[in-house]
């Protein structure tokens, strides 16, 4: 059984709602996001969670190889950063690809 996966993008959506002109969020892009094996939900935004809970931005559902909650997702103006949430199986970056990324 194929564990879910996560694809991220780096997509230009313009200056955040909430943020002043010349802040740092300004230049931070937003990050797309596309879950295989859901029913074709995405999610634009700079922070975001994936896991099971309901809480979570991103619910890869009926997969109970994610954990309640699996990573937290946040966009910086230098790339984006995965970061696993003590979830009981762990969280890897299986490519990445961009400016400068081998």
């Known amino acids: 059984r194929p564990r879910a996966a996560v694809l991220l993008q780096e997509a230009p959506c313009g200056a955040p709602l909430h943020a002043a002109p010349g802040e740092l969020a300004r230049a931070t892009p937003k990050v ?14 700079e922070a975001f969670t994936i896991g099971r809970a309901c809480e979570c931005d991103v619910q890869p ?10 990573m937290l997702v946040v966009s910086l103006p230098g790339g984006v950063v995965v970061a696993d949430a003590w979830s009981s199986g762990g969280t890897s970056v299986v490519a990445r690809s961009g400016p400068g990324v081998p």
């Open 32 to 45: 797309r996001v596309e879950v295989r094996h859901t029913a074709g939900r995405s999610v634009a935004s």
């Open 61 to 70: 559902g009926g997969d109970c190889t994610v954990s309640r909650l699996q």
